[in-house]
């Protein structure tokens, strides 16, 4: 059948929240699911919440209680975010929730709002963060097929949501096998005592700007690359750098540490091994040419896995933490012999390539979800 142009206020009933006074105890640690938009969006549906107002909270705010199924729209700051409740619930005014009228499906609305992200954040306003009003959110133009159409659509979807979750689920599972892995093998492998110097000899450069950075000439490891980098191993350097003159290159092999950070991220100090010949690195970032005693890549894991917290109390400073190597340098490792360390290593590179493999799928299924929101609605 034709799609019906319409409005959301056509389709649902647009309700807002409300937060109860917050000084007032009794209002909270009820049985009553109070939600924010941070919790909101990184699952289609949504069941308990971190906090719970009681009835007395209820009744005593402009919150409002949402029956099941109520599609929980997130009005402000991350403005589109939306995730279905499975319970009664209610929610603070950072949302403008849409209850479906009859004839509606709420599933389809939930798919109909992500094609609509563009109009919701174009429609908001404010200096501080953006907010859109429930008249705005109402006067917003859709298309809706009959009923029958919009169970198909939104069933079709579901099964590919279901899926996403399922590849999710597959890659953090192998991630925490990873962990599981390196600290079986830490508790019951024979361990020998090192510090940090005895890996091999450390190495930095200078600082590079922008100004430095060209499409040729020896490529470059910036520290920003670094500190976004969760893999144990950079298999890519996107950046190039011409100014090569006194600068020490680093090689296939070493264990790279950016220097500094700041406070909220020192868990983020990690090495990585490059996995190239040659590379120059930017500035604040220090390297160690390994010691061929020593294999790399378990360095690296172990260091991911079982030493970060370890070393990031050598880091000082107050606004931007710095970890030199001369702080480190006499930090105590715990480390199996090389034939031990080589046999983990190439266990947990098998499981990096099988990570790998299922990301790529995992994308390519959210590119296919993508593809259908867009073809399957007008």
Known sequence: GEWEKTKFGDIAIVVGGGTP????????????????????????????SVRTISEEGLNKSSAKLLPIGTILLSSR??????????????????FQSLIPKENISNEFVYYLIQTKRKDLIRKSCGSTFLEIS????????VSIPTIKEQDKIAKLLSL??????????IIEDLKKLKCAIIEKHFRQAK????????LGVPFSVGSLSKEDLS???????????????YDCVINEVKSHTNKIANTTLSQKGDLLFPSSTTVDAVSLISPS???????????????????????????????????????AIYAKGSTIIHLHYKDIAKAQLLLPDLCEQDKIAKCMMAEDAKIKVEEQLLTKLEKQKQYLLRQMFI
């Open 21 to 48: 006074d917050t000084n007032t105890s009794q209002y909270w640690n009820g049985k009553i699911q109070w939600f924010t938009p941070s919790e909101i969006g990184r699952n289609k549906y949504v069941y308990n």
């Open 77 to 94: 700051a991350t403005v589109g975010e939306c995730s279905i409740n499975k319970k009664e619930c209610t929610t603070n005014q950072g």
């Open 134 to 141: 429930a008249n705005e959110v109402r006067k917003i133009v």
């Open 160 to 169: 590919l949501d279901e899926r996403i979750a399922t590849q999710n689920k």
């Open 191 to 198: 361990l020998h005592k090192y510090k940090i110097c005895d």
């Open 215 to 229: 499409e040729e000439g020896h490529e470059c490891i910036l520290y920003g690359e670094l500190f976004t980098t």
């Open 273 to 311: 091994v490059i996995d190239m010949p040659n590379v120059i690195l930017g500035g604040d970032m220090f390297g160690i040419h390994i010691d061929k005693k020593f294999n790399a890549y378990y360095l690296s894991y172990y260091i991911n896995l079982i030493a970060r917290k370890k070393l």
